[in-house]
Every structure is written in C-alpha cells, then in structure tokens.
C-alpha cells in the first residue's frame, strides 16, 4: 500500500525582456507570489531569465548563457532557502567555451542543488534554430530527490519522445515538469 501526500506546485510563465536581471527579478517576484499562496514546488519557464534566443542565428546570443553554479542559479539558491520552496529554473547554461546546453536547476528547499537537467531533444526547424545554440544533454531522464517529492524534469521539444517520461518516471519521479 502507498502512502499518499499532496504537494503544492506552482507554474510561472512571464514575458521576457532583453535584460536578464528584469527577467530574474519578475520571476523572483513571482516566485514570492507562488509561496505566499502555498506553493511547494515552484516551475519557471524554458530559459526563464532571457528572450528566446533561437528565433535567429546569431553568436552575440551566446552571451546570455551562464555557468551552473552561476549568478542566476545562485540568487534562486537564496530564494529557495528563504522561501523554504524547491524551484525547478530552466536556463542557457554555459557548460564551456564552445559547449551550451538548454538546461534546468532543481534547487532543493535549503538552497542545494538537487539536481540538473539537460534537454535531450533538440529541434532544428524555422524560429527554432536550438542546433545552432544547444548542444543535446548527456546526463539521461533522472529524477532528483527534494524536501517535497522526487521531481523529474523534460523540457519543451521532449514531450514529443514518450521515452524521455518513460524513463523520468522509470527513475523515480513522482512529478514531472516539462517547461516550455
């Protein structure tokens, strides 16, 4: 017999502006509002903190990735411990000179990283030129461990691959978020 327990989750999905720091900061805001109506587990969009880069080609695009730990990671870090909330932040993260992933932290209640994801799937089609950006993750469908459940995370184009549940829910996940 299972055990049975409700978790709270809370989805935030804003409009972007050019400038990171007004996207970090209207999520925070937003994170605080998800809290404060009892949100546990707390999902932001696909590369929540900038514009959609993949509409065009264009290398000066590159810039707005970050590393993992980075500055984003690290300020949500700091709102999750606040907040006592696990955030699942989905960002363009800078692996290395050269290596990018499309990607999302699951920062646990106390701040810890929980876990990382990297999007496997990657299309290539009009407006949606992700080769040129990401590179396909390499750290398979997992499930991480949180204060509140064993959260499992996809994003976007790999809702269209019914292995990649399959196998998020075959590790252990009791939710999964697909951020788009």
Known sequence: MSSRYEVRVGLIQTTCEETP???????????????AAGAQVICLQEVFNTQYPCQTEDHANFELAEPVPGPTTEALAKIARELDVVIVAPIFEKRTHGLYHNSAVVLDADGSTAGLYRKMHIPDDPLYYEKFYFTPGDLGFLAFKTKFARVGVCICWDQWYPEAARLTALSGAEILFYPT
Request: glycine share 0%.
């Open 21 to 35: 720091q007004k996207n970090l900061d209207r999520s925070i805001q937003k994170i605080r509002e998800c809290a």
